[in-house]
């Protein structure tokens, strides 16, 4: 039987400020197959970035086990983190982060030049990418000749373009007018329909959760609910 996407068992992670320990998840556990849309939601402080960072493999949890298509990046070294990171997962980031100096095209190349793929190839699958996402036309213009809407799209196309099984998106609406949140959702559910990648989407707008065939509420580090 295949593994699930991404499993927690009995996860904490435990911040020190100081001699002060603050807990932000709390023994939570939860499985995600593969293929499912699901959306984490919950306040400011619930843990649900820290979740996400966990999921992502860009954190280690205090107590418990993570397990990201079976595998515990936990017992792995920078370099086999990196590669779990390039090879299985696409991240989606509230801000963009995109390079400012490079083109739309360019900025959809950087994780097949990180995997080492060739110039030709990489130009191919980048272009594919830009144009599953509607932006084709726009691929030689910088981030800041493209809309709030535009640039969350090539960074969609950036977190596609290695074909991964999972992408986890943090708040991928919050920075974005409410007609460009709806485009960039409808455009997650879509990839994760038509491709059956895992989509993850921490958020705290009801609409940005509502396609989500599975809702997980975080509240103080635990699950409350969930439907």
Do not use: C
């Amino acid at each position: 039987m295949e593994p699930p996407a991404i499993k927690f068992e009995n996860v904490w992670k435990i911040y020190r400020l100081g001699e002060v320990e603050v807990p932000a998840l709390r023994g939570l556990s939860i499985e995600i197959k593969r293929g499912e849309h699901v959306a984490v939601m919950g306040p400011s402080g619930s843990g649900k970035s820290t979740f996400l960072h966990l999921a992502g493999a860009l954190d280690r949890p205090t107590r418990g086990r993570v397990l990201i298509e079976g595998r515990d990046p936990s017992k792995l070294n920078d370099s086999e983190l990196s590669m779990l990171r390039n090879r299985f997962i696409g991240f989606v980031f509230q801000t963009f982060n995109l390079i400012p100096r490079l083109t739309a095209l360019q900025n959809v190349m950087l994780p097949l030049i990180v995997r080492g793929v060739d110039g030709e190839e990489r130009l191919r699958r980048a272009r594919e990418a830009l144009e599953r996402v509607g932006l084709a036309h726009r691929m030689n213009h910088r981030p800041t000749e493209l809309s709030g809407g535009e640039q969350q799209r090539v960074a969609i196309a950036r977190a596609i373009v290695t074909n991964p099984r999972i992408i986890l998106a943090d708040e991928p609406t919050g920075n974005l007018d409410s007609a460009s949140a709806g485009e960039v959702v409808e455009l997650l559910t879509k990839l994760n329909r038509e491709l059956g990648i895992t989509l993850v989407v921490v958020t705290h707008n009801p609409e940005t959760a509502a396609p989500a065939k599975r809702i997980v509420k975080i509240r103080d580090g635990v699950i409350y609910e969930e439907n």
